[in-house]
């Protein structure tokens, strides 16, 4: 059955590594074809996948949505010109296909912008047994719903005792927001020198998730990042890499 897992969290905690290095994971454990969705407009998941995307599904939508008021696109012509554009915009690379969402704001209707991402990710996704959503900070995509259901939702936090408050809000909005998933993973990332922070503890106890992960800061991921250089690159016994991979393990159980 096809599982998606979706990761979000606070800025700049390492969502996009972790999207990407979760990706990398499950094209080495050959659990293939994996579709990875770029769904923060800011967000680069093909660099962190060292491949390149050029149009997005919004990108597509907003040239649709032009020629359609010039007359130029109507009707079934439209539906046929919207999905040959959209499957075009997939990047195919080994192991796994790339699409990024873009931003579904522009002028018109916002509700079908997000019904257009909603039905392409999932037209899409029934040809993968994995799907991967790298998100923007916080709950707003998922807020959108523009996937239908999430078998796997990844939170992510910094160590710092805020970092950890954060991660535990976020938490308890999703609560509140009815954000429908099937299990909850936490991880904590770029923990100093491998130490657990105190505060960790007392989030696993608030928190009922079903995975809890402490990655360390790894000199290797900066670099590659600082080079512009996907994770492929990444060796599997490193520890980041080595403990994400540990984590698939788990999950795929
Ligand atoms: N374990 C780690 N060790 C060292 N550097 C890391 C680690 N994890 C992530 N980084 C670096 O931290 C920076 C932020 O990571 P990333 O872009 O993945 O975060 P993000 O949560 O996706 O950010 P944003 O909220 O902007 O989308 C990147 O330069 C990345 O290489
Ligand atoms: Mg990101």
Redesign the pocket.
């Known amino acids: 059955m096809a599982c998606t897992i979706a990761i979000t969290?606070?800025?700049?905690?390492?969502?996009?590594?972790?999207a990407g290095l979760i990706v990398t994971g499950l094209v080495a454990a050959g659990r293939t074809p994996v579709l990875a969705v770029d769904a923060?407009p800011?967000?680069c998941l093909d660099e962190?996948l060292g491949v390149s995307a050029r149009a997005t599904v919004g990108s597509v939508r907003e040239e649709a949505r032009e020629r359609s008021s010039s007359g130029a696109l109507s009707g079934m012509a439209r539906t046929e010109w919207l999905g040959l554009r959209i499957a075009e915009s997939l990047v195919e690379a080994e192991g796994f296909d790339l699409i990024a969402m873009g931003r579904p704001e522009g002028p018109g209707c916002y509700c079908y912008a997000n019904n257009v991402l909603r039905d392409v990710l999932a037209r899409l996704a029934v040809n993968y047994p994995f799907t991967v959503i790298?998100n923007?900070?916080g709950l707003e995509n998922l807020s959108r719903r523009i996937v239908r259901s999430v078998d796997l939702l990844v939170l992510?936090g910094d160590p710092s005792r805020r970092g950890l408050e954060t991660v535990r809000r976020l938490y308890d909005l999703a609560v509140e927001m009815k954000i429908s998933y099937k299990k909850l993973a936490i991880i904590i990332?770029?923990l100093r020198n491998d130490a657990v922070p105190p505060d960790f503890n007392i989030l696993r106890a608030a928190v009922p998730a079903d995975y809890f992960l402490a990655?360390?800061?790894?000199?290797d991921?900066?670099a590659?990042?600082e080079r512009g250089e996907g994770m492929a690159a990444l060796p599997r016994a490193n520890p980041?890499a080595a403990m994400m991979d540990g984590f698939i393990t788990d999950v795929l159980a």
């Open positions: 969290g606070k800025g700049g905690t390492g969502k996009t590594t972790i923060d800011n967000s962190v790298d923007e900070a992510t990332n770029r990655l360390p800061e790894n000199a991921v900066a590659l990042a980041v």
